[in-house]
């Protein structure tokens, strides 16, 4: 299996730009907010810190730094699902980063603070999917075919040009568009190798990818 554009070294990129927003991140996810701040000023410097979200929408600090922790996690994903992530395994990720001594933090917590985000214009976006949530964090145009697909490859990670006609009763071009799109936005990965037919891999619903450990060291010798 591999990632259109990408190659081998997918992978061995995670625990790199996991070390790096651990660093950086915080800065990173403020920045974001920063910028979405700015279009309900209409031009007046107002900035997008805890003082921004208290008054254009309401939100203690409880959720601004629970919005920044998931931008963090988003952030540092991206490269390897394409901008979706289950809601468990963003809510297993920023636990990790919160430590056990934090505050706790519920999945619906977390949906509340995503619709923060969404309304804040910044790409993101819930995706219901059998009987959970995809998250969206890049502003890529999915519309219902998009979600429907996604809610096919729930079951396995993966999905076929042939399944999806089956099941839905699409035409082939119509199904190749859907997947052709995915790809594009890095949504999807690629396995021309599989027996059959190749597989379109969703990396957001392919919990083995998670369970890949490697050293930042080794991270920094994948990467050219």
């Known amino acids: 299996m591999h990632r259109r554009g990408v190659g081998a070294g997918a992978v061995a990129k995670k625990k790199l730009a996991e070390a790096k927003y651990k660093e950086r991140g915080t800065v990173l996810a403020e920045d974001q907010l920063a910028q979405v701040g700015d279009p309900p000023c209409r031009g007046v410097t107002c900035g997008a810190g805890k003082g921004f979200w208290s008054e254009m929408l309401g939100v203690g600090d409880f959720y601004y730094e629970l919005g920044v922790q998931i931008i963090e ?3 540092a994903l991206k490269h390897r699902n394409g901008g979706l992530i289950t809601l468990e395994e963003l809510h297993q990720q920023v636990l990790k980063g919160r430590g056990k001594f934090a505050q706790e933090v519920s999945q619906d ?5 995503i619709k923060k985000l969404k309304v804040l214009g910044n790409g993101f976006g819930i995706i219901p999917v059998g009987g959970t949530y995809l ?3 890049v502003p890529a145009e999915l519309n219902m075919d998009h979600t429907v697909v996604l809610q096919l490859a ?5 999905v076929t040009v042939n399944e999806i006609r089956s099941s839905l009763k699409w035409e082939m071009e119509r199904a190749k568009q859907i997947l052709e799109h995915l790809l594009k936005e890095g949504m999807a990965w690629l396995d021309t190798q599989a027996a059959g037919e190749p597989q379109y891999w969703l990396p957001a619903l392919f919990t083995e990818l998670y369970s890949q450990e490697i050293t930042p060291e080794e991270a ?5």
Do not use: F, T
Not at 109 to 113: E, K, N, Q, T, V
């Open 109 to 113: 917590d977390l949906l509340r603070a």
């Open 73 to 75: 996690v988003c952030l």
């Open 220 to 224: 920094k010798e994948a990467i050219p």
């Open 154 to 158: 729930e079951k396995k990670g993966y």
């Open 135 to 137: 998250v969206q964090s």
